[in-house]
């Protein structure tokens, strides 16, 4: 079945640092979705990606689709303590009829102040 | 703001007994998704509604699991009867029909816990 791999696992950085979880896949992604969890918190949609190449900007937070669209980026500059929480990629299928998402195991983003 | 609404938002339970949640979508939304959550991995799917019919339930546990949505709306998860292993978060979440945007809204989640 599809799997998403999603590194590193754990980030700790100091406030005003930069920070990047990547995502692959073991195969080409129609489209991938990009959520943040606060701690206790459930999953919050950031973002979709849809075309190969595709690079969306959300203030700090930039995202980036690959050309194969099998692996894609989350980086964040300047990080802010707000920014704590754990960051997963989705990736859904390319074939046809197929409806699952795939959640990665996620990125905890540990800042410190 | 609409939000996805779940009940109860914690349960504790002893193994082999029967337990139920329940999910109330954002009003209008015709998807439906029940996921589990394991401590420190991410979500995954049990199972997919779209209206009161159910598109993908591979990954549910069928012998113990099961799912249903009877008008389209609301929807409940049950599990009989319930192992250690099923300790979880529970979560529901929900999208519009829209084809290429299809974020999904996730309710706070029931954390369920076998003793």
């Known amino acids: 079945g599809q799997q998403v791999m999603q590194i590193p696992q754990y980030q700790h950085v100091q406030e005003g640092e930069d920070f990047t979880t990547y995502c692959n896949s073991s195969t080409t992604l129609s489209n991938i979705q990009w959520y943040k969890q606060r701690p206790g918190g459930h999953p919050v949609f950031l973002i979709q990606l849809v075309k190969s190449g595709e690079v969306k900007k959300q203030k700090r937070l930039t995202f980036q689709f690959g050309e194969a669209k099998k692996n894609s980026s989350l980086h964040i500059t300047a990080t802010q303590t707000t920014d704590v929480g754990t960051y997963f990629c989705?990736?859904?299928?390319?074939?046809?009829?197929?409806?699952?998402?795939?959640f990665g195991k996620g990125t905890k983003l540990s800042v410190i102040p | 703001e609409a939000e996805v609404a779940q009940s109860p938002r914690y349960k504790i339970t002893e193994k082999s007994q029967a337990v139920a949640f329940w999910c109330d979508p954002i009003s209008g939304h015709a998807t439906l998704y029940w996921y589990r959550q394991i401590l420190g991995q991410g979500p995954e799917l049990l199972v997919q509604?779209?209206?009161?019919?159910?598109?993908?339930d591979s990954q549910l546990p069928k012998d113990r699991f099961s799912a249903e949505r009877l008008k389209g709306v609301d929807s409940t998860l049950k599990i009989q009867p319930a192992e250690l292993g099923d300790s979880a978060m529970y979560l529901c979440?929900?999208?519009?029909?829209?084809?290429?945007?299809?974020?999904?809204?996730f309710g706070p989640g029931t954390r369920l816990t076998v003793l």
């Open positions: 509604f779209q209206d009161e019919s159910v598109v993908d």
């Open positions: 989705a990736g859904r299928q390319g074939r046809a009829g197929s409806y699952q998402l795939t």
């Open positions: 979440a929900s999208s519009s029909r829209g084809p290429l945007r299809d974020e999904q809204f």
